[in-house]
């Protein structure tokens, strides 16, 4: 799949793109979780479909969900800074500290 979000100039978001395989008791789906900025969903969509069908895998069909790709970004940053932040203060006992959380919300953190 990442193939083909290339071909179409979506390198980056290649990289932020999720696929997964679900299961049901008659059919395969193929699940695709997408940034919701590039245009050329259908066609992208329509080349895995494409992909599936010349590797003869037994699939049905194939459901997409979108995501904000600057969130998500933004969401990835975060889980580092957090973590350094969590390593610097954790050793210090004047802080006590036993976790550290974030939420990304509307692009703020």
Do not use: C
Not at 68 to 90: K, L, T
């Amino acid at each position: 799949m990442k193939r083909v979000f290339t071909a179409y100039g979506y390198a980056q978001e290649a990289d932020y793109e999720l696929a997964g395989f679900k299961r049901t008791w008659f059919s395969n789906i193929v699940l695709i979780d997408m940034p919701d900025h590039i245009q050329q969903s259908e066609q992208i969509i329509a080349d895995i479909e494409k992909e599936i069908k010349s590797q003869k895998l037994n699939v049905k069909d194939i459901e997409v969900t979108t995501f904000n790709f600057e969130h998500r970004r933004q969401d990835n940053r975060w889980a580092y800074i957090s973590s350094d932040i969590y390593d610097a203060m954790a050793g210090k006992s004047t802080y006590q500290l036993t976790g550290l959380s974030y939420k990304v919300r509307k692009g703020h953190s």
